[in-house]
């Protein structure tokens, strides 16, 4: 009788544990759920930003291009207007004094 009762404690404490052991492998299994779904948006955080980057890069180096271009013609015409006036200021200086 006795050794009866002491196989059904053991028995129950297997169970018991059994059931720990589960409910820990649930908990488990749903921090693993949290953790790769926060990798997932990562992941997808990542690629929206080099997306992003993309078109930055897409639309600012056409613009800053476009810049540079119009700053060297805006300094080629004024590189001319300047020839063109000490010219006319030597050709005026000829006349009148000349």
Known sequence: MLETVQNLN???KLVEMAFELYN??????E?????NN??????????????YEESIYSQIIPMIEK?????????????????????????LFNLLYG
Do not use: P
């Open 38 to 51: 926060a990798i997932k948006q990562a992941e997808d955080d990542i690629k929206k930003l080099k997306s």
């Open 10 to 12: 053991n028995e129950i």
């Open 24 to 29: 820990e492998y649930q908990n488990d299994k």
């Open 67 to 91: 810049m540079q271009n119009d700053i060297s013609n805006l300094g080629n015409q004024i590189d001319k207007k300047s020839h063109v006036f000490l010219d006319l200021n030597t050709r």
């Open 31 to 35: 921090k693993l759920g949290k953790l």
